[in-house]
């Protein structure tokens, strides 16, 4: 046990932990698909503390090799720099890995948050109008394209109508989505709600369609 924690033996190993995660972590960066799998693998047993990379490409062994990274060369400083005993350098070494290993973990657990954040969610349309910028063709049989303000930007995306096919221009509410399409009613057809005098929100929207439908009905009459 005493040559385990003799000074030159704790040094040596300070210096091949610092030389071997600092390569592994340099082949990662610029030829990362090599380590993939075992990135992969990483992920699924860190994805408690948040450690998955929001790339999609894996974080949890990046995480892992700063840690130990910090750890070898934090040792091979206090072999180099300080007095300290063995188990002193051992003690500090180790508290510099955990440190950054957690710190590791707890960016790219925000970094993943502020990615997820900012993915633009269709759902968050519904109830909303926006203006046709690629005609909607009728009944479904085809979609078109809306411009419409979602998440504080204007997005275009894919719209189709139950109804007659909607022109470029026409302005349109939003009253549904499914697999990133949205399903739109041209303003015309929706009438002001009685109370209010205003256009159905999106808590509205039953009351909406059955209106819509009577509207319809009427005028194909």
Not at 36 to 63: M, N, V, Y
Request: with cysteine; hydrophobic share 45%.
């Amino acid at each position: 046990m005493s040559g385990l924690f003799s000074g030159s033996t704790l040094e040596m190993f300070c210096w091949g932990l610092a030389l071997f995660s600092t390569t592994l972590l340099v082949l990662k960066l610029t030829v990362g698909t090599l380590l993939d799998g075992l990135d992969g693998h990483l992920d699924g047993h860190l994805a408690i503390f948040g450690a998955d990379d929001p790339s999609g490409a894996g974080g949890g062994l990046k995480a892992i090799l700063v840690g130990l990274m910090v750890m070898g060369w934090s040792g091979v400083i206090c072999f180099q720099l300080t007095r300290l005993s063995p188990v002193m350098v051992l003690v500090t070494a180790l508290s510099a890995g955990v440190m950054t290993f957690t710190s590791a973990v707890w960016l790219l657990r925000r970094v993943r948050h502020l990615e997820s954040d900012g993915t633009l969610q269709p759902a968050n349309a519904i109830g909303q109008f926006g203006m046709v910028y690629l005609t909607i063709p009728a009944q479904g049989s085809g979609t078109g394209q809306i411009q419409i303000e979602i998440q504080g930007r204007l997005a275009t995306l894919e719209a189709i109508t139950d109804g007659p096919a909607i022109p470029t221009g026409t302005r349109v509410f939003v009253i549904d989505t499914g697999q990133g399409v949205l399903r739109v009613l041209p303003e015309q057809v929706l009438d002001p709600l009685p109370e209010t005098g205003a256009y159905p929100s999106a808590s509205d929207l039953p009351v909406a369609s059955n209106r819509t439908s009577n509207s319809v009905t009427t005028s194909s009459t």
